[in-house]
């Protein structure tokens, strides 16, 4: 009969598995079909289409177990994996993926298959149990239905009047076969190496534990069990290890004190302001032969002038190493105050500043002028 006739039990029986197909068919039409459905994720989504209780892992069992287990079994797609660490999935047949790579899950064949499975085992499981099984009449559960009535199929394959008493049903129910869960093939090939692993990892803890209880036996029995030979040689040896330490304390103050003295008597460091300095003079030269370039560039006469912030953006992008602002203005400085002062000058009026070079008194030694300056 269908499925409006059937007892309460299996009438929700039928709906787990229907909301377990309409849940899987959700997450293959995210995720697609090759990748394995982890169950921890999938009896979340279960639960939310049944709405009856929270499904868990021996659910799942029983559904795919139940479709193994009738007369179309092998049509089942369905198999579990144990990836260990706790993670179960729900896998496709390889022989079956081709079919549900080509459009979603036939949930209609699917609970068909199941409910002829159903019916199978129950038939097989009434003919075992034979004339200890007591018929009764029982109430009949009617699932509510939504919408406009549908017509009777009858063509539908119907299952057996289910007019027994609770406890046969309950056994019925219990004696369900549940899915098998196969260890998957890539984990089961590693397991030598994870194995081989944990064996290591054992055996240096081991090691650990036992260098520990050793170091804590002699702490406890040392003192007790040292031969007095051993002492006397020990007392003996006591007040040369003092004098030594006492020694070696003295030569580290020394040494202490005499480098305190070697940084007191060498000279000061140079501040900032001469290090800058410094890197002006060392590129001075480079400055200057710019500064000649430009001065040419400028046409005849011996007196040419350039305002202060166009010379030094000139003098940014010619020079070979990028300097800022302040250090080419620091060059200039140092070009018209000791490198070259009559032949780069640098003349202020207010908050305007310029350079006027002097074309007749280029230096003409200015690497002995460094050297004087104290530049190597």
């Not at 496709?92 to 159903?118: D, V, W």
């Not at 081989?196 to 090691?207: A, H, T, V």
């Not at 350079?355 to 200015?366: F, G, T």
Request: aromatic residues 4%; positive net charge.
């Amino acid at each position: 009969m269908a499925p409006a006739a059937l007892p309460s039990e299996l009438v929700n029986l039928l709906a787990l598995h229907s909301s377990f197909l309409t849940a899987l068919s959700l997450h293959y039409a995210h995720n697609g079909t090759a990748t394995p459905v982890d169950l921890r994720s999938l009896t979340q989504s279960i639960s939310a289409v049944w709405k009856k209780r929270k499904v868990t892992l021996e659910d799942i069992r029983l559904c795919v177990g139940v479709l193994s287990a009738g007369p179309s079994g092998i049509n089942n797609p369905f198999f579990l994996s144990d990836y260990t660490g706790g993670k179960i999935c729900l896998e496709i047949r390889p022989e079956h993926k081709q079919a549900c790579n080509l459009g979603p899950l036939n949930e209609e064949a699917l609970q068909s298959m199941f409910m002829q499975s159903l019916d199978d085992l129950w038939r097989t499981w009434n003919t075992s149990q034979g004339s200890r099984t007591t018929l009764t009449a029982r109430p009949i559960a009617t699932p509510r239905r939504r919408g406009r009535p549908r017509k009777a199929d009858t063509t539908q394959k119907s299952m057996e009047v289910f007019v027994v008493d609770d406890n046969a049903l309950a056994k019925f129910i219990s004696q369900l076969p549940l899915a098998e869960i196969t260890l998957c093939p890539a984990v089961a090939a590693s397991a030598p190496i994870r194995e081989k692993g944990r064996k290591r990892l054992r055996e240096l803890k081991e090691s650990a534990y036992q260098g520990r209880m050793q170091k804590k036996l002699r702490e406890s029995t040392g003192k007790e069990n040292e031969d007095p030979i051993a002492q006397t040689q020990t007392q003996a040896t006591q007040p040369k290890i003092t004098e030594f330490a006492a020694v070696r304390k003295s030569n580290l103050l020394d040494r202490i004190l005499a480098k305190q003295a070697a940084k007191a008597a060498a000279p000061a460091p140079l501040s900032p302001a001469e290090l800058q300095r410094q890197a002006a003079l060392q590129r001075s030269e480079e400055v200057l032969g710019v500064l000649s370039l430009l001065a040419a560039g400028k046409g005849p006469g011996s007196r040419v002038s350039f305002s202060m912030s166009t010379l030094l953006q000139s003098l940014q992008s010619s020079i070979r190493s990028p300097l800022s602002k302040e250090e080419t203005l620091r060059c200039v400085e140092v070009l018209a105050n000791e490198v070259a002062p009559g032949y780069v000058s640098i003349v202020r009026m207010g908050a305007i500043s310029s350079v006027v070079i002097n074309q007749l008194a280029r230096p003409v030694d200015v690497k002995r002028r460094l050297a004087a300056l104290g530049v190597a």
